[in-house]
């Protein structure tokens, strides 16, 4: 549910471009949703499909919109996963995802949906996901949660989404899975000669690339050796970007959009040794058995 600037669309979308050039930046920023953000607003099911507990949010952001999310809460004395999705479909679309992180892991999670995605109101844009995510922290430390209790997950867009978060107020860690520098650096990959010429219109940057650097927190990194939006090389030059502690993880046979179901157990695995490394269970009190 990824679908972040496939290189044919953003061909089309920048000779579509082209015809805009004397529009008013209105127009051109209603570009960005033809060919960055293709939100869903019917929810397909909830958590309870799978038999989770979740209580369902609705919280504001500073510029007035209403945000809905979902907390899915698992054991209280380890980490919370704050998860921003890529930029297709809904928080429905990743309820087998949210299945995982709690069986597999016992995290709690939050998941929440961008502007203009699922029920959340609004319409999305770069400068409008960062104040959803800046939202949905603040409900979280309304509730007791720190960010030094938090995983920060971004996937694909989301990255992007999480990147910024950190900077601004860090995590305990930073994942990212299949995170891409920048959408400039998306359309000189893909489509260099168009990009050059009419790329100045799209509105969104995401420019993880400038951003990571300054962020010091420790980050594991997500990728697979067969993703055609975000090449492998691409990925490493952004890990390359960021500070130790660090680990990058290749999953072999993944694509953008099945990066945890290719990856099967090792991927699971390497979450653990995340956690165990960088949030260890706290030790018990004496005289405990």
């Not at 992007?160 to 990212?176: I, Y």
């Amino acid at each position: 549910m990824n679908r972040l600037l496939p290189p044919l669309a953003l061909a089309f979308a920048l000779l579509i471009l082209g015809t805009a050039a004397l529009a008013p930046q209105p127009a051109l920023a209603a570009m960005d949703h033809q060919f960055v953000f293709f939100p869903e607003a019917h929810l397909v099911a909830t958590p309870a499909l799978y038999d989770l507990p979740f209580e369902e949010v609705f919280y504001p952001t500073a510029d007035g919109e209403t945000i809905h999310g979902w907390l899915v809460p698992g054991d209280p004395e380890r980490p919370l996963v704050l998860f921003c999705h890529g930029n297709a479909g809904n928080i429905s679309h990743r309820l087998d995802n949210l299945r995982l992180f709690h069986r597999l892991l016992g995290l709690s999670v939050f998941i929440f949906d961008y502007r203009g995605y699922g029920k959340s109101s609004g319409k999305a844009s770069e400068e409008g996901t960062y104040a959803d995510a800046r939202g949905a922290l603040a409900w979280l430390q309304q509730r007791g949660w720190q960010p030094q209790r938090m995983i920060y997950f971004g996937r694909s867009l989301g990255a992007g989404v999480a990147v910024q978060l950190a900077l601004e107020q860090p995590p305990g860690a930073l994942v990212l899975e299949t995170p891409f520098p920048s959408i400039a650096a998306m359309g000189w990959r893909h489509n260099p000669i168009l990009y050059l010429l009419l790329g100045w219109a799209l509105d969104a940057r995401y420019d993880s690339f400038n951003k990571l650097a300054r962020i010091h927190v420790p980050l594991l990194m997500f990728q697979g050796d067969r993703d055609h939006i975000v090449p492998e090389k691409m990925a490493r030059g952004l890990f390359e970007r960021a500070n130790q502690p660090k680990t990058f993880h290749l999953i072999r046979g993944a694509g953008h959009n099945d990066t945890y179901e290719a990856g099967g157990e090792a991927y699971w695995q390497q979450w653990r040794e995340f956690l165990q490394r960088h949030f260890p269970p706290p030790e018990k009190q004496q005289g405990e058995g």
